[in-house]
């Protein structure tokens, strides 16, 4: 029995496949009810809408598999999980199949794009009547200094799109059996890259080191006038100081696909309120890979592990 959680927007042939080799239940479910459902299902997939932890997991439970066709897993317990014998199937690590998968890339050079240009408020400024090209001048991506901050997949992507904006690449990466030699790509400290950079872009997975990192001490070495984009993970940002930093014009803008919280948005929060009276923060609801095809291949090569999971054939 396999339980499908998002059911929404799943492709025929994905359910076709699924429908093939197991007894498929389509049906979204309170977190509150998580155990309930562990009880009655083998696998249990969804994509985002979840936050799996060790209180929803019991010993002897019928779930043996907990599937998501996404990369980051800060939503699931994973020591939990081993504790109780559960596969977690994930496409981190699948980074033959992924480097096929761009959505998220594409999309943040959307926001970029976006965000330089003043598009959001140019459309709404056109829907309501006006036409004054005046208010709106924007920035060109061409020769701004890109700082990525993370070349793995997605990193790479993104200065590859840059590149072809004739943009100057900067790259922060820890690791590094990840930097390579590239003539136009120039790897450097932090420090470095937060003091040169116009536009700062991050790529990283969210883990203990890391959460918070971009706070006031990282605004406070920013040169002034930096644009920031997030379509990693919303727990990298300390939101607080990163209005700050928009309040006082350190930041000239910043667009996230991502926020802390996702799932119980608080709109008094200052994050929200500054959104709510200013142009130059945007917020996307955590689509970066959110695509027909991302959508399609991803959870197709899902539905694949799960199969093999079962020796079926």
């Known amino acids: 029995m396999v339980w499908v959680a998002e059911p929404d927007g799943m492709a025929n042939a994905n359910k076709q496949v699924l429908e093939l080799h197991f007894d498929v239940i389509y049906q979204s479910v309170p977190d509150t009810e998580l155990k309930n459902v562990f009880a009655q299902c083998d696998v249990f997939l969804f994509n985002l809408a979840y936050t799996i932890q060790s209180s929803d997991l019991v010993n002897e439970q019928r779930c043996k598999i907990i599937a998501t066709p996404v990369t980051g897993l800060d939503r699931i317990d994973l020591k939990a999980c081993s504790d ?59 020769q701004k200094t890109l700082g990525v901050i993370g070349y793995g997949r997605l990193g790479k992507i993104v200065a590859d799109y840059a590149i072809a904006f004739g943009m100057k690449i900067l790259v922060y990466e820890m690791d590094e059996t990840k ?41 406070s070495k920013v040169k002034d006038g930096t644009f920031l984009i997030n379509t990693s993970r919303g727990n990298l940002i300390i939101e607080d100081d990163l209005v700050e930093a928009l309040q006082s014009g350190k930041l000239a803008g910043a667009a996230l696909d991502v926020v802390r919280n996702e799932s119980s948005i608080q709109h008094n929060d200052a994050l929200y309120q500054y959104l709510e009276q200013h142009n130059n923060l945007m917020i996307t609801p955590h689509i970066g890979g959110l695509t027909t095809e991302s959508t399609y291949k991803t959870e197709a090569y899902i539905i694949n592990q799960i199969v093999a999971a079962f020796n079926y054939g």
Do not use: W
């Not at 794009?113 to 090209?133: E, K, Q, T």
């Open 84 to 142: 109780h014998n559960i596969q977690v199937i994930s496409l981190k690590g699948a980074a033959d199949f992924l480097k096929d998968v761009r959505a998220t890339a594409e999309h943040t050079m959307a926001l970029m794009l976006c965000l330089m240009r003043s598009i959001v408020p140019a459309v709404n400024h056109v829907r309501a009547g006006h036409f004054n090209r005046n208010l709106f001048k924007g920035s060109e991506l061409y």
């Open 179 to 219: 930097k390579v030699h590239h003539k136009q790509i120039q790897f450097v400290n932090l420090d470095e890259l937060v003091s040169m950079a116009d536009i700062i872009s991050l790529h990283v997975d969210l883990n203990k080191g890391n959460e918070g990192f971009i706070n006031k001490d990282f605004f």
